[in-house]
């Protein structure tokens, strides 16, 4: 039992280390690249609010290196993380095809992420502020103020992001066609989901792929849990080693966070969004065959407007990381795909 729960423990370890070394790695650039600046933005606490907001700042970077008079403008949303200067610097995909579009980069931090802390703490009373629906108002009132200012209002706006920010970049464009041209939402998760036991499904294949010794350790070690939770004297080791997610919500800010308030609010959010019945157009959806997202997301053409791009043997959100040499044949083929599709809706 201690052999199978063990596994489980170099697998999360594993893991940590692979994410570790990609952070480190991805951020060397080259000394003679122009750095982009960093910026402010006031912006409104409560986009509903009938008597007013108060206002707050919010962290953008912009890259005018590769811009030309007249050029596509490119919105990265950023989700639950911290921006970096690096985003937007660096040999990530979506700066390249601002080079070969003559394109403005903007990177915009996500309320409540990073440096962009509308209210200064993360109370129950704060943290209300901290939804999608003031997120995509964000967006629409940064893109709006910005473009005035800066004289870029009859610029084609082409907005983009990754997992959470995938989403929020899809629902900018088919709430506010008027203001973006175009989206492109890589590993994008269409479709709440409380008790998503897909997702272990899709790590199963993927392990399958890579390893079928790897794939039969970790199914022992699940078994082994399984037998565990069949006898209540091991109850509180697996406890222990274990973190459960919504009791720790209960935990942290109290019994009204619940399973029950939880479900209500992913019932909540697949009537306002939708879920899976996606329409508008020119929008573009890519996912990974590893990546157990992909379950939530569009990995099929919904029409000629609407085409998804799915990559074998891609994880989450790789066809928006910096290149690399080596990158495989697939994932450089599914960026070309992209690019060539945005570059065709920028010529109409």
């Not at 080259?30 to 409560?46: A, V």
């Not at 610029?155 to 929020?168: A, M």
């Not at 029409?303 to 697939?330: M, Q, W």
């Amino acid at each position: 039992m201690a052999r199978a729960l063990g596994w489980l423990l170099v697998l999360l370890l594993c893991s940590c280390a692979q994410s570790f070394l990609w952070r480190q790695t991805r951020g060397a650039s080259s000394s003679k690249e122009k750095l982009p600046t960093e910026g402010w933005f006031w912006q409104k606490l409560d986009h509903f609010s009938k008597n007013g907001s108060r206002l707050w700042r919010q962290r953008y970077f912009i890259n005018d290196a590769f811009y030309k008079p007249g050029g596509p403008i490119l919105l990265k949303i950023d989700g639950s993380l911290t921006a970096n200067i690096y985003h937007v610097s660096v040999r990530n995909t979506w700066v390249t095809y601002a080079e070969r579009l003559g394109a403005l980069c903007l990177l915009l931090e996500h309320r409540f992420y990073g440096l962009s802390q509308p209210t200064g703490d993360l109370s129950i009373a704060s943290l209300r502020y901290l939804s999608s629906r003031q997120a995509l108002a964000d967006i629409v009132n940064f893109q709006t103020k910005v473009a005035k200012k800066t004289g870029l209002t009859t610029n084609k706006w082409v907005v983009f992001g990754c997992s959470y920010g995938g989403f929020l970049a899809v629902w900018s464009r088919i709430k506010h066609p008027d203001l973006f041209a175009a989206a492109v939402g890589s590993s994008a998760p269409m479709l709440a989901k409380a008790n998503f036991y897909e997702y272990f499904e899709g790590v199963q294949r993927s392990l399958g792929t890579y390893s079928s010794e790897c794939l039969k350790a970790v199914k022992e070690a699940f078994l082994q849990v399984v037998e565990m939770l069949k006898r209540q004297k091991y109850y509180s080791k697996l406890k222990s080693d274990f973190i459960y997610y919504v009791q720790q919500c209960t935990d942290f800010f109290g019994p009204e966070f619940n399973y029950d308030s939880l479900n209500t609010g992913i019932t909540s959010t697949n009537m306002y969004y939708h879920g899976f019945n996606v329409t508008g157009s020119k929008i573009i959806f890519s996912n990974g065959s590893f990546d157990p997202w992909n379950i939530l997301g569009i990995t099929k053409d919904i029409s000629k407007d609407l085409p998804a791009v799915f990559i074998e043997g891609a994880g989450h959100c790789s066809d928006f990381h910096e290149l690399r040499d080596t990158d495989s044949a697939e994932l450089i083929q599914a960026r070309e795909k992209i690019f060539h599709i945005l570059q065709n809706w920028l010529k109409e």
